[in-house]
Protein backbone atom coordinates (compact mmCIF):
# COMPACT_ATOMS: atom_id res chain seq x y z
CA UNK A 1 0.00 0.00 0.00
CA UNK A 2 1.96 2.87 -1.38
CA UNK A 3 0.72 6.18 -0.28
CA UNK A 4 2.32 9.56 -1.55
CA UNK A 5 3.94 11.74 0.99
CA UNK A 6 0.51 14.99 0.82
CA UNK A 7 -2.01 16.41 2.65
CA UNK A 8 -4.24 14.02 1.24
CA UNK A 9 -2.30 10.55 2.82
CA UNK A 10 -1.52 12.67 6.07
CA UNK A 11 -5.15 13.16 6.74
CA UNK A 12 -5.92 9.79 6.19
CA UNK A 13 -3.17 8.40 8.33
CA UNK A 14 -4.51 10.63 11.24
CA UNK A 15 -7.91 9.44 10.85
CA UNK A 16 -6.66 5.63 11.38
CA UNK A 17 -4.75 7.10 14.68
CA UNK A 18 -7.64 8.58 16.01
CA UNK A 19 -9.86 5.60 15.41
CA UNK A 20 -7.95 3.23 17.18
CA UNK A 21 -8.59 2.67 20.57
CA UNK A 22 -5.19 3.37 22.54
CA UNK A 23 -4.64 0.26 25.52
CA UNK A 24 -2.19 1.81 28.60
CA UNK A 25 -0.54 -0.65 30.44
CA UNK A 26 -2.98 -2.38 33.01
CA UNK A 27 -1.37 -0.84 35.76
CA UNK A 28 1.74 1.05 36.67
CA UNK A 29 5.27 -0.99 36.08
CA UNK A 30 7.50 0.46 38.98
CA UNK A 31 10.28 -1.02 37.63
CA UNK A 32 9.97 0.09 33.84
CA UNK A 33 11.45 3.36 32.76
CA UNK A 34 9.38 5.48 30.68
CA UNK A 35 10.75 5.82 26.68
CA UNK A 36 9.35 7.00 23.86
CA UNK A 37 9.85 6.48 20.00
CA UNK A 38 9.05 8.31 17.06
CA UNK A 39 7.19 6.57 13.72
CA UNK A 40 8.21 9.19 12.02
CA UNK A 41 6.46 9.65 8.34
CA UNK A 42 8.74 11.15 5.54
CA UNK A 43 8.96 10.96 1.79
CA UNK A 44 11.23 8.26 0.39
CA UNK A 45 14.15 9.34 -1.29
CA UNK A 46 13.33 7.48 -4.19
CA UNK A 47 9.56 7.33 -4.87
CA UNK A 48 8.08 10.38 -3.51
CA UNK A 49 5.63 8.03 -1.31
CA UNK A 50 5.86 7.73 2.39
CA UNK A 51 8.16 6.15 4.30
CA UNK A 52 8.82 5.58 8.15
CA UNK A 53 12.28 6.41 9.59
CA UNK A 54 14.79 3.39 10.91
CA UNK A 55 17.98 3.73 12.15
CA UNK A 56 20.49 1.38 12.63
CA UNK A 57 22.03 2.21 16.07
CA UNK A 58 25.78 3.39 15.89
CA UNK A 59 27.74 -0.15 17.30
CA UNK A 60 29.52 1.93 20.42
CA UNK A 61 26.53 2.81 22.15
CA UNK A 62 25.93 1.19 25.75
CA UNK A 63 22.74 -0.69 24.93
CA UNK A 64 21.26 -2.59 21.62
CA UNK A 65 24.59 -1.35 19.86
CA UNK A 66 24.34 -2.30 15.92
CA UNK A 67 20.24 -3.27 16.48
CA UNK A 68 17.56 -1.74 14.42
CA UNK A 69 15.61 1.00 16.35
CA UNK A 70 13.05 3.57 15.63
CA UNK A 71 14.28 7.32 17.19
CA UNK A 72 13.72 7.34 20.98
CA UNK A 73 15.13 6.71 24.03
CA UNK A 74 14.47 7.32 27.34
CA UNK A 75 11.66 10.31 28.37
CA UNK A 76 13.83 12.63 30.69
CA UNK A 77 12.31 13.98 34.18
CA UNK A 78 8.62 15.22 34.11
CA UNK A 79 8.72 15.13 29.95
CA UNK A 80 6.00 13.72 27.98
CA UNK A 81 6.43 10.59 25.76
CA UNK A 82 5.79 13.59 22.92
CA UNK A 83 8.12 16.06 24.31
CA UNK A 84 10.29 13.08 24.37
CA UNK A 85 9.56 11.55 20.85
CA UNK A 86 10.48 14.99 19.45
CA UNK A 87 13.42 15.75 21.64
CA UNK A 88 15.38 12.22 20.59
CA UNK A 89 14.19 13.23 16.90
CA UNK A 90 15.81 16.37 16.75
CA UNK A 91 19.15 14.42 18.76
CA UNK A 92 19.56 11.76 16.77
CA UNK A 93 18.72 12.94 13.20
CA UNK A 94 18.52 16.75 13.40
CA UNK A 95 15.23 16.61 12.39
CA UNK A 96 12.76 19.35 14.61
CA UNK A 97 9.59 18.80 14.64
CA UNK A 98 6.61 20.72 16.56
CA UNK A 99 3.72 19.03 18.82
CA UNK A 100 1.25 19.61 15.63
CA UNK A 101 3.15 16.98 13.44
CA UNK A 102 1.64 14.41 16.17
CA UNK A 103 -1.03 12.24 14.04
CA UNK A 104 -0.93 9.79 17.48
CA UNK A 105 -0.10 7.32 19.61
CA UNK A 106 0.07 4.00 19.52
CA UNK A 107 0.15 1.43 22.78
CA UNK A 108 2.71 1.05 25.06
CA UNK A 109 4.95 -1.97 24.73
CA UNK A 110 7.10 -3.41 27.92
CA UNK A 111 10.61 -4.46 27.05
CA UNK A 112 12.95 -6.89 28.32
CA UNK A 113 15.33 -4.39 29.24
CA UNK A 114 13.53 -2.83 31.24
CA UNK A 115 11.95 0.23 29.60
CA UNK A 116 7.90 0.94 28.82
CA UNK A 117 8.16 2.55 25.32
CA UNK A 118 4.96 4.63 24.03
CA UNK A 119 5.22 5.09 20.32
CA UNK A 120 4.57 8.32 18.52
CA UNK A 121 3.31 8.97 15.23
CA UNK A 122 4.28 11.99 13.58
CA UNK A 123 4.04 13.62 10.30
CA UNK A 124 7.47 15.04 8.98
CA UNK A 125 7.33 17.54 6.72
CA UNK A 126 10.41 18.48 6.43
CA UNK A 127 11.92 15.20 6.54
CA UNK A 128 13.68 14.92 3.42
CA UNK A 129 16.95 16.12 4.80
CA UNK A 130 18.33 14.45 7.85
CA UNK A 131 21.79 15.46 9.74
CA UNK A 132 22.37 12.01 11.59
CA UNK A 133 24.60 12.46 15.02
CA UNK A 134 27.09 9.43 14.12
CA UNK A 135 27.89 9.11 17.73
CA UNK A 136 24.14 7.47 18.20
CA UNK A 137 23.12 6.41 14.70
CA UNK A 138 24.89 4.49 12.18
CA UNK A 139 23.05 4.31 9.12
CA UNK A 140 19.10 6.08 8.56
CA UNK A 141 16.92 3.78 6.56
CA UNK A 142 13.56 5.57 4.86
CA UNK A 143 10.57 2.05 4.82
CA UNK A 144 7.59 2.28 2.69
CA UNK A 145 4.48 1.87 4.00
CA UNK A 146 4.45 -0.44 1.25
CA UNK A 147 7.13 -2.80 2.63
CA UNK A 148 5.17 -3.16 5.90
CA UNK A 149 2.12 -3.97 4.34
CA UNK A 150 3.07 -6.39 1.99
CA UNK A 151 0.86 -9.92 3.43
CA UNK A 152 4.52 -11.64 4.00
CA UNK A 153 6.30 -8.36 5.50
CA UNK A 154 5.93 -10.30 9.32
CA UNK A 155 5.80 -13.30 10.79
CA UNK A 156 5.76 -15.16 14.20
CA UNK A 157 8.65 -17.81 15.17
CA UNK A 158 9.56 -19.42 18.76
CA UNK A 159 12.06 -19.63 21.21
CA UNK A 160 13.32 -22.15 24.14
CA UNK A 161 13.59 -19.22 26.55
CA UNK A 162 9.60 -17.99 26.57
CA UNK A 163 6.57 -19.34 25.90
CA UNK A 164 5.45 -15.64 23.75
CA UNK A 165 5.67 -16.00 19.89
CA UNK A 166 8.61 -13.87 18.61
CA UNK A 167 7.58 -11.46 15.73
CA UNK A 168 10.06 -10.53 13.10
CA UNK A 169 9.59 -7.84 10.10
CA UNK A 170 11.36 -8.95 6.66
CA UNK A 171 12.39 -5.66 5.41
CA UNK A 172 15.15 -4.84 2.63
CA UNK A 173 17.73 -4.05 5.47
CA UNK A 174 17.60 -8.02 7.02
CA UNK A 175 15.19 -9.10 9.74
CA UNK A 176 13.95 -6.54 12.10
CA UNK A 177 12.99 -7.95 15.73
CA UNK A 178 11.25 -6.67 18.87
CA UNK A 179 10.54 -4.09 20.13
CA UNK A 180 11.13 -2.16 17.10
CA UNK A 181 9.18 -4.89 14.85
CA UNK A 182 6.35 -5.39 17.05
CA UNK A 183 5.91 -1.50 17.52
CA UNK A 184 5.77 -1.02 13.31
CA UNK A 185 3.63 -4.32 13.29
CA UNK A 186 0.74 -2.39 15.64
CA UNK A 187 1.25 0.97 13.49
CA UNK A 188 0.51 -1.46 10.04
CA UNK A 189 -2.54 -2.87 11.62
CA UNK A 190 -3.77 0.46 12.67
CA UNK A 191 -3.61 1.76 8.87
CA UNK A 192 -5.77 -1.13 8.40
CA UNK A 193 -8.31 -0.54 10.81
CA UNK A 194 -7.58 -2.99 13.15
CA UNK A 195 -7.07 -2.83 17.19
CA UNK A 196 -4.01 -5.41 17.02
CA UNK A 197 -2.23 -5.47 20.56
CA UNK A 198 1.29 -6.56 20.74
CA UNK A 199 2.60 -6.07 24.50
CA UNK A 200 2.71 -10.06 24.37
CA UNK A 201 4.87 -10.39 21.45
CA UNK A 202 8.49 -11.59 22.64
CA UNK A 203 11.69 -10.30 21.90
CA UNK A 204 14.41 -12.26 20.73
CA UNK A 205 16.99 -13.21 23.58
CA UNK A 206 20.02 -10.78 22.51
CA UNK A 207 17.81 -7.60 22.78
CA UNK A 208 16.44 -8.70 26.61
CA UNK A 209 19.44 -6.81 28.10
Not at 2 to 18: G, N, V, Y
Not at 130 to 153: C, K, M, Q, Y
Not at 176 to 189: G, S
Not at 202 to 209: G, N, R, Y
Request: aromatic residues 6%; contains cysteine.
Amino acid sequence: MAMPFDDATRRKIERCCARFVRQDAAAPVPCLKRAAVAIALAPHDDTGTTALLLTLRAAGLRSHGGQWALPGGRCDADETPVEAALRELAEELGLSLTPDAVLGLLDDYPTRSGYLITPVVLWATNGRTLRPNPDEVASVHRIGLDAITADDAFDFTAIAESTRRVIRFHAREGLIHAPTAALIYQFREVLAGRDTRVHELEQPVFAWK
